[in-house]
Each structure stands twice: as C-alpha cells, then as structure tokens.
C-alpha cells in the first residue's frame, strides 16, 4: 500500500471498438518526483500492452513532463496499438 504524497505509475491502454482509455496498471514509484520520472522513461520502453500480440516496433513520444504516449505496431503491418505512462501523485486512500 502507498502512503500518502508518494509517487505512482500509471499506464493506460486503448481497447474495445470505441478506443476509450482503461487503467491497467499502477505501481508505487516512491517520495522522489525525479527517480519517478525516469522509472516511468524506462517503463514506456519496456511495457508490453495486455492486447499487443507480437509488436515488433515501439515508438515512444514525451508529452509533457510526466506523460509518455507509446504506439505498437506488428511486424506483419496492422494498425498500432497504444498505451500511455504517467506519473501521477497518490493523495491517500479513503475506506468506508
């Protein structure tokens, strides 16, 4: 469990028909705002998106200061899947 003002990371795929975006993954990333960027760097790098299949080529594109767009696409041709990696603060947790 986080506790509060730490880091995350949060990645965000497209599915379905419609393309919306899903959370489908977040993980605890630590106080220090810089180390969390670069895990998240590294992160959009090496993820493998839950509907990818076999991609053969990533590219990565930088947003903003903590947001990365990643578009797969398959060796065979195809359109490109994405995801997206952000890093995101963790206010805290509220039960009940």
């Known amino acids: 469990m ?3 003002g730490t880091w ?6 497209r599915k379905g028909s419609n393309g919306e975006w899903h959370v489908s ?3 605890p990333a630590g106080d220090d705002l810089g180390r969390a ?3 998240a760097e590294d992160l959009a790098f090496v993820h493998r998106p ?3 299949g076999l991609r053969m080529r990533r590219d990565v594109y930088q947003v903003g200061e903590d ?10 041709g195809g359109g490109p899947t994405y995801f997206k990696v952000s890093v995101v ?3 805290g947790t509220a039960e009940g």
């Open 67 to 76: 947001v990365w767009i990643v578009s797969h696409r398959a060796k065979l």
């Open 89 to 91: 603060r963790h206010l």
């Open 8 to 13: 995350a990371l949060l990645v965000e795929e």
């Open 37 to 39: 960027r670069e895990a």
């Open 25 to 27: 993954l977040v993980m």
């Open 50 to 52: 839950q509907l990818a």
């Open 2 to 4: 986080m506790s509060e």
